[in-house]
């Protein structure tokens, strides 16, 4: 097991990508705070690890707000006695459409999840990360902090940040033992991607080098491995997982 006896939290783990983490990390042998606004669904994430013969616990976190995160490190900390890795995963995209027509709170809704939500957490897991001497970050960043994504201003302009978070933190912290990197996934099939419907994301597979979306599964294997002392010497990277999209 990559991951054996090491504590966990991952946000927005109640759906998607960040539940296949959850649940891949937990079977990699760590204990997971599973981290979302949505009750339901992180419970059920949480009782599927159990199942398996994991160790997880749900905490309800708004990362978009001041305290959410903080409270999330110091309830993992108060449980767990610290906390080891950190998956920033949580983020939403606004309804397409032209920059012009963004509306402001819409832009703001996004950011705060997205980007602000993504420096909160990175800000209270580095300040445990500090005292305890150790700590590895991934942040799901997306093939849209990377290249121009039409339709998604805000989304792209979050992402684009998450990336520049990851690679300033990444050299700010290497002297302290912290590693930070990224994920940048290509277009995943999750619940948030199903909800365009089948023949919206049968073009969006069809716009793939591969031919089909992504699992949320093969962007977990990445985090797993990005957390794990295999990748020791790599910080600061952004891990493209998109089936060559990137390079397409
Ligand atoms: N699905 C894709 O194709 C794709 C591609 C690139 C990047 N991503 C990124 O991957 C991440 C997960 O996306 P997904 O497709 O699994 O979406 P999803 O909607 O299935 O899951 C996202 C989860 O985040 C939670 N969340 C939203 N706001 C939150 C907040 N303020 N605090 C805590 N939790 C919050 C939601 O409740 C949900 O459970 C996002 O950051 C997304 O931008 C997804």
Do not use: C
Request: glycine share 12%; no cysteine; aromatic share 6%.
């Amino acid at each position: 097991m990559l991951l054996e006896g090491k504590i966990a939290l991952v946000t927005g783990a109640g759906s998607g990508i960040g539940e296949a983490i959850a649940k891949r990390i937990a079977r990699e042998g760590a204990s997971v705070t599973v981290a979302d606004i949505a009750d339901a669904g992180g419970n059920r994430v949480v009782h599927e690890i159990r199942s398996e013969g994991g160790v997880a616990d749900f905490f309800h976190a708004d990362i978009a707000s001041p305290d959410g995160a903080q409270q999330l490190v110091d309830h993992v900390v108060s449980t767990y006695g610290r906390l080891d890795l950190a998956a920033n995963n949580a983020g939403l995209a606004e309804r397409p459409g032209l920059m012009h027509e963004l509306d402001p709170a819409e832009w703001a809704r996004v950011i705060g999840v997205d980007l602000t939500g993504t420096w909160l957490s990175m800000r209270a897991e580095l300040r445990h990360f500090m005292e305890q001497g150790s700590g590895v970050i991934v942040n799901t960043a997306s093939g849209a902090g990377l290249k121009a994504t039409p339709g998604l201003t805000a989304y792209s302009a979050a992402k684009h940040g998450v990336v520049g978070l990851t690679r300033t933190g990444a050299i700010d912290y290497v002297k302290h033992n912290i590693r930070i990197n990224a994920v940048a996934p290509g277009t995943i099939r999750t619940p948030a991607m199903e909800a365009a419907g089948e023949s919206q994301m049968a073009e969006w597979a069809a716009l793939m080098p591969t031919g089909r979306m992504g699992t949320p599964e093969e962007i977990a294997a990445g985090v797993a491995w990005l957390f794990s002392d295999e990748s020791s010497y790599i910080t600061g990277t952004v891990l493209e997982i998109d089936g060559g999209y990137m390079q397409a």
